[in-house]
């Protein structure tokens, strides 16, 4: 859905101006996407939907209500702030409330591809078909998705503040398969342009993958030194964005970084001088939005609108900052951060194929998923590999292996860390692909 900043700006204005007392904070998001999708080697839908949705949230002594609508009208527009204002007085006062935001000075990410906005169906075909024909070339049974999309985000409040915001993105995703289904190859890639989406290339990607992944055989669970491919790094990774850089939680005892006896662990080595670990929301292949999201930290706090800026969490295996949103930052009298979007692990000299070589036995790990948290103390994490398991013995690929559960922690798989290729994106982060040491897995799964 295409909305202009002016057309942005009157829609916020009108609900700005709706609201009766009390600070009034609003946000909207426009969305344009467009999408392929394939099963069984051949297209089975392809859509276009545009939405858009205004968020009005009304805040006095302590309360707030909040109403979401996508009906833009002026009348509508009014009827949601009344409705708004008429929650929050049926709710509790909320103890950690803070107030909005003065005016920000947000700074200009480029992040609008004029091709990917406008991309249909007919802009996508050409690498669906190349994908299909990969597969039938092969003969195995593809499936993926293939999306483009144009979004539009701006935000404002009764205190002044503004910010407006055009991104794009691409994300091609493709799964090949061998006929006998013992075999299953995976590759995908999201970038802010759409020229950089090669779909023939991420195609023979996950068909060499699925060939070679074939009546893959058992070997026992245990400690392995594994070598994970950026999908995988960045799967466990986002352990990091789903609270695991909190620094209340480190403050409060609940978190990895929590030191003994009370506090965190900023400013500690806490891992190998390798590894470091920023947000560059300015990075052009994984840029993010002018201002900080709440993220999954929760909206309580206070995150949302805060300036997107670099920031390093880990510095040459230093802990640096902890994310810690505008009521925690009040209450230790630190300054707040924005949300750890476009994370970036710089990398290092190595070549996948010099990983494995310079492994005597071990694993390659293809991708993770279905991945869920079991200690946030420990930040330890469960979950399946999938879509190419492999097991090396004296620096070659020796065989496919059944897939297997891991119980690790991105924590440790950090600590072990021994050797690193350059950074690629996997998703939205920039990642390498990393060797490490003592990797646990504990128990074998049959899915492929």
């Not at 949230?57 to 996508?70: E, F, L, Q």
């Not at 406008?118 to 990969?134: E, F, I």
């Not at 491919?229 to 409060?252: I, K």
Request: glycine content about 10%.
């Amino acid at each position: 859905m295409s909305l202009s900043r002016d057309d942005v700006r009157r829609i916020l204005d009108e609900a700005l101006a709706a609201r009766g007392t009390g600070e009034c904070e609003a946000a909207l998001e426009a969305t344009t996407a467009s999408h392929t999708r394939f099963a069984r080697s051949e297209i089975t839908t392809s859509g276009l939907t545009e939405d858009a949705g205004l968020t009005v949230t009304i805040r006095k002594d302590g309360r707030s209500g909040t109403v979401t609508t996508n009906d833009l009208t002026p009348g509508a527009i009014r009827a949601a702030a009344g409705r708004a204002e008429a929650m929050r007085a049926l709710m509790p006062v909320d103890p950690e409330a803070v107030e909005a935001l003065p005016k920000q000075d947000y700074p200009v990410v480029e992040k609008f591809d004029a091709a990917c906005a406008g991309a249909r169906a007919a802009d996508r075909v050409g690498g669906v078909r190349a994908a299909l024909a990969v597969a039938k070339k092969h003969d195995l049974v593809a499936a993926g998705f293939y999306q483009s999309e144009s979004v539009t985000s701006a935000i404002a409040n009764s205190k002044g503040n503004f910010g407006y915001h055009v991104a794009t993105g691409a994300e091609f995703s493709t799964t090949m398969r061998t006929g006998d289904a013992t075999g299953s190859g995976w590759a995908s890639i999201w970038s802010p342009t759409l020229a950089a989406v090669d779909a023939k290339a991420l195609a023979r990607t996950a068909a060499d993958k699925g060939i070679a992944s074939a009546r893959p055989r058992e070997i026992p669970p245990g400690d392995y030194t594994v070598i994970l491919e950026p999908a995988a790094v960045a799967a466990l990774l986002q352990a990091f964005q789903f609270g695991g850089l909190s620094r209340r939680a480190a403050d409060e005892g609940q978190s990895v970084f929590s030191k003994q006896g009370g506090g965190n662990q900023v400013g500690e080595t806490i891992f190998p001088e390798s590894v470091t670990l920023v947000s560059d929301p300015f990075e052009p292949r994984v840029p993010a939005t002018p201002w900080s999201g709440s993220g999954f930290f929760g909206t309580g706090g206070g995150a949302t609108g805060i300036p997107s800026r670099k920031v390093a969490w880990i510095d040459k295996g230093v802990l640096k900052t902890l994310f810690t949103d505008r009521y925690w930052a009040g209450a230790t009298k630190t300054d707040p951060t924005p949300f750890p979007s476009s994370l970036v692990m710089t990398g290092g000299g190595a070549t996948l194929d010099e990983l494995i070589a310079s492994t005597d036995r071990g694993l390659l790990v293809t991708r993770f998923w279905y991945i869920r948290a079991v200690n946030p103390q420990t930040a330890q994490l469960t979950g399946l590999t999938r879509d190419g398991l492999f097991l090396i013995e004296k620096g070659k690929i020796a065989a496919p292996v059944v897939n297997l559960r891991f119980n690790e922690s991105p924590v440790v798989m950090l600590q072990n860390l021994e050797a690193m290729t350059a950074p690629a994106p996997a998703g939205r982060m920039l990642v390498p692909a990393i060797k490490s040491r003592a990797f646990t897995f504990t128990s074998k799964s049959d899915a492929v």
